[in-house]
């Protein structure tokens, strides 16, 4: 894929991170068909190339991180209702099987569809001015596809409430850090930095262990408890065969560790 390529959003290869801004700042990052089809290429890119340890994804402008579909473009929904898919598993890393891990800088308006970003993110940062919504039930739609995925992630009695009190109500950065959606809240302009520090920790890390172990996690939450450990063994298996550390810490340069 040639990241040059994209008209949605700006994408660029360096130090083994990908980082992908959507821009779209004039529709608040509102999400088309084409950025959609976008994202399909990016996720194959990402899970395909060697070279792409971490995805980072941010956005451009002011106001919104995404509030989600296009409303004045809409999306393309098949006629046949047999035939019809959820528009947003384009939007999805893990339905795209891609396991490289996925890195959210998020701030202003995080709305509806831009869950479906969210509810695939490995780790999650939020400047101070986020706020997080879901506006379907308010314009009379049902929200059923993104808050199922956001209820894998926080305590249902949160995800209903969003849902029920739609456009009447947003979650404040600081309550997504409480319950757990957010892992920390930083100032808006430290937001792009600390995305990629973090990023660039996990990078120097081997691939292969952390590939294996994000799957490994994920895959967990659709199996039973002891289903779920028989296959983590089996990727423990694959990923360091032979049963002993792959990295010889003396050799990696020393790095303050950081308490958060």
Known sequence: MDLNSTTTVVAELKDNVLTVTLDRPERLNAFTDTMRAEFRRLWHFASETDEVHVVVLRANGER??????????????????????????????????????????????????????????????????????????????????????????IPIGEVLRMVL???????????????????????????????????ERIAAKPPAAIQGSIRAIWESKDRTRSHALATGMMYTDLGNPIGTSQVDRAAVPKRDYEVR
């Open 64 to 153: 919104a991180f995404s509030t989600g579909v296009d409303v004045q473009e809409g999306t393309y929904l098949s006629d046949n209702v047999f035939s019809r898919r959820d528009p947003g598993v384009d939007l999805s890393p893990k339905q795209n099987n891609c396991w490289k891990p996925l890195v959210c800088a998020v701030h202003g308006m995080v709305a509806g569809g831009a869950l479906y970003w969210l509810n695939e993110a490995d780790i999650i940062v939020a400047s101070e001015d986020a706020q997080f919504f879901d506006p379907h039930t308010s314009y009379g739609m049902v929200a059923a596809l993104e808050p199922i995925g956001l209820a894998h992630r």
């Open 165 to 199: 009190l739609g456009l009447d109500e947003r979650m404040s950065a600081e309550r997504a850090r409480e319950i757990g959606f957010v892992s920390e809240v930083v100032p808006r302009e430290e937001l792009w930095d600390r995305a990629a520090h973090l990023a």
